[in-house]
């Protein structure tokens, strides 16, 4: 019997090999972490870009109601050197009327010479009591007004129609009452320029330079 085992045909012996570890079911390649290409591996790991910080990013303060939706968010230093257009309520028509007038910017509206004339002399009638003026009293605004009108009170002064300042031409006291500014009150309380001056008057107060800049700044002077 032994001998008819070893009398069996080569060919009748199964042909494959010992070692089963390169098929795709093996235990081997079941444990093995896929490899990179070579073009994966040289590709570096996407960093993310760290946002800017402002500084302002817990600050609620807006000015919404003065300025164009677009412009809200701009500081009030950009915005004082902008077009008189950037004013919310101020349509094609008051804007050319502004301009005829040479005010085609925030600053040049916020520093008219006749609204400042008129805003201080509305403001100054509000501390005016009748017949309150001392004898031998030598306060006047005679610069302000034309000749008629220097004797009056500055409650009357206010009432007054802008024509009633002095300086000021036909042509700009047309043009202001198609903008329904028809009184040196309405001139002195004119929105548009009020928003303007103020807005002129904050940017001495604006910090113009991100907290990023700001930090960037003195780490160059430590240098220095």
Known sequence: RLVAIFACPLNNIDSTPASSSNTPNSPKNRNQTPTMSTEEAAEPPTKKVKEETTGWESHTLNSSEAFMKADEGRSFTSLATDSVSVLQGIGPVATRVLEVLKLKTVEDLAKYKFFLMARALLTLSETETEGGRPEGSVMN????????????????????????????????????????????????????????????????????????????????????
């Open 141 to 224: 605004v005679d610069k302000a007004v034309d000749k008629e009108y220097e004797s009056k009170s500055l409650k009357e002064i206010v009432a007054a129609p802008v024509s009633a300042l002095e300086g000021l031409t036909d042509e700009a006291v047309e043009l202001f009452g198609d903008l329904k500014v028809k009184t040196i009150g309405d001139l002195g309380n004119f929105k548009y320029c009020r928003w303007a001056e103020a807005t002129v008057a904050i940017t001495a107060y604006e910090e113009t330079k991100t907290a990023t800049e700001r930090k960037k700044e003195r780490m160059l002077s430590k240098l220095q």
